[in-house]
């Protein structure tokens, strides 16, 4: 699952940036609709202030046109008869109010209602607008709070449990010593004046959306993502070996289309191996009789230095065709994959060169096993191996690897090879020493079972002398 998961995989791809689709949606949506939706509150609870500051002036104007000594019974009689959305008294002194914190809902209902009454209310002293929490509420007098009266008073009119949400407290100065007291909860909507962006309940909307949405999207690209890797291992193994079976057409159209052009291909591939390894058979088997006859020929000659050279001759040419289809046949990787254990292998190759000297030195690294071809392989590190110690005196074998590459680097105490020179050593039959041993073909065979493998030859000079020849295996085939 985390292996699907990496920065570089497709479903990992895919899923992050749906993610980031998701969010910038989500967020240029919110951000329009909490614009959008917060001019409409504060208009909303603009209207809903003034509304009840034109009530409160109502309610003030009407206790300012009753006898002072009336005015006390029709609050008892008010208290008594329930029901009112607001608790009035009338105190000798202003009363301390602890304010709850500011928010734009909470200055907007209060620039509201301070409006309202500074126009309504011409012949007041003063007038005082703030919000307080219900424990916080003092009532009548300075040292009485709203839970130190009866409930029958104001808990019924001033409290909504559970929420308990902030009271409305209007004072007015009416004269010296004489404040008209008003306590009140904003109507619906706007009882909590709350602001926040995102509530508890979108935002466990937006998370169970969203995982559903990841959900859907990775199993889906997980579904069309398996016939790309089966592809992928599909082109991988052709690599090493062409007979591999078609593989099964399915996913989506494109990926169908893909599929199909590769099995044909990979076909078309088989047939030209197989055509082109009957056809150097055939010239192998036909080659044999003229060289032969000539050989035979050459025999009837009277003189001894025509009958040298032509025997060179053929010598050469014998040697030519037999070289050509070596170098076919050996880069042809007809052999099945097996485990490998490179530390093992590289033991039997320099095995025989230490039997004599300790000329060969190689220190193993902690590798997992590969899958490859063991003879191809040993193939490779047998010529690398052999031309160090031949030419180069010694070899040191040191090999790494990481997640990419498993790397074996061959150095050599030698003269090394000129720099013009160090391409042309992997073509056929270009030999630098002066020696009949060998037909210039092992560098270049070489290389060519290593790119069947997915990996390189490169050789180079060392900057302290000796030659450097590294070869590269893909850790793809990693077991």
């Known amino acids: 699952m985390l292996k699907r998961l990496r920065p570089n995989s497709l479903v990992a791809r895919t899923l ?54 009336y005015r006390h019974i029709v609050l008892d009689q008010i208290r008594n008869m329930g029901g009112t959305r607001f608790f ?27 409006s309202v009454l500074d126009s309504k209310l011409n012949k007041v002293a003063s007038i005082s607008v703030d919000f307080s929490h219900p424990d916080n509420l003092r009532l009548l007098k300075n040292d009485i709070y709203l839970h130190d009266l009866p409930k029958s008073w104001a808990h019924h009119t001033l409290t909504l449990a559970p929420i308990n949400p902030p009271i ?13 007291y008003i306590a009140a909860l904003l109507p619906a909507p706007y009882v909590t004046l709350d602001d926040t962006i995102i509530g508890r309940e979108q935002v466990l909307f937006l998370v169970i959306s969203t995982f559903i949405l990841l959900t859907l999207t990775y199993l889906m690209i997980r579904r069309q993502v398996k016939p790309l890797k089966r592809l992928a291992r599909a082109a991988n193994e052709m690599s090493m070996d062409v007979e591999q079976q078609p593989i099964q057409e399915e996913g989506a159209s494109e990926l169908v289309t893909a599929t199909r052009a590769f099995n044909r291909m990979q076909q078309r591939i088989r047939r030209y191996v197989a055509d082109r390894e009957h056809l150097f058979s055939a010239i192998s088997h036909d080659l044999k009789t003229p060289i032969t ?27 030519m065709v037999k070289g ?57 590190l047998t010529n690398v191996v052999d031309n160090a110690v031949k030419y180069g005196n010694r070899a040191n074998i040191a090999m790494d690897f990481d997640d990419d590459w498993i790397t074996i680097v061959v150095t050599d105490e030698g003269p090394g090879i000129e720099e013009s020179q160090l391409d042309a050593v992997f073509e056929p039959y270009y030999r630098l020493a002066n020696d009949d041993e060998g037909h210039g073909l092992g560098l270049g065979i070489s290389r060519n079972i290593l790119h069947g493998h997915g990996g390189d030859l490169i050789i180079r000079n060392r900057e302290v002398g000796g030659l450097e020849a590294k070869i590269l295996i893909p850790t793809g085939l990693e077991v």
């Not at 209207?47 to 003030?60: E, G, K, L, W």
Request: with cysteine; aromatic share 6%.
């Open 16 to 69: 992050w940036l749906t993610l980031l689709a998701v969010v910038c949606a989500q967020g240029i949506a919110t951000a329009i609709w909490y614009s959008e939706s917060k001019q409409k509150e504060l208009e909303g609870i603009q209207s809903a202030s003034s509304s009840m500051a034109n009530m409160f002036a109502s309610t003030v104007t009407f206790f300012q046109s009753l006898p002072v000594r």
């Open 88 to 114: 009035v008294s009338f105190n000798r002194e202003k009363l301390q109010v602890e304010p709850i914190p500011d928010t734009p809902l909470k200055l907007a209902s209060i620039e509201a209602i301070e």
């Open 168 to 180: 409305l407290v209007v004072q007015i100065e009416l004269s010296n010593h004489e404040w008209v």
């Open 293 to 319: 006859r000539l050989r035979l020929r050459a025999e009837l000659l009277e003189s001894d230095v025509k009958r040298e050279k032509f025997n060179r001759d053929l010598d050469e040419l014998e040697m």
């Open 324 to 380: 050509a289809l070596q170098c076919v046949r050996d880069t042809d990787l007809h052999e099945n994959n097996a485990i490998i254990d490179l530390n093992e292998m590289i033991f039997s190759v320099i095995e025989y060169h230490n039997r004599k000297t300790q000329n060969v030195l190689f220190q193993p690294a902690a590798l997992e096993p590969i899958v490859a071809k063991p003879l191809a392989i040993k193939r490779v």
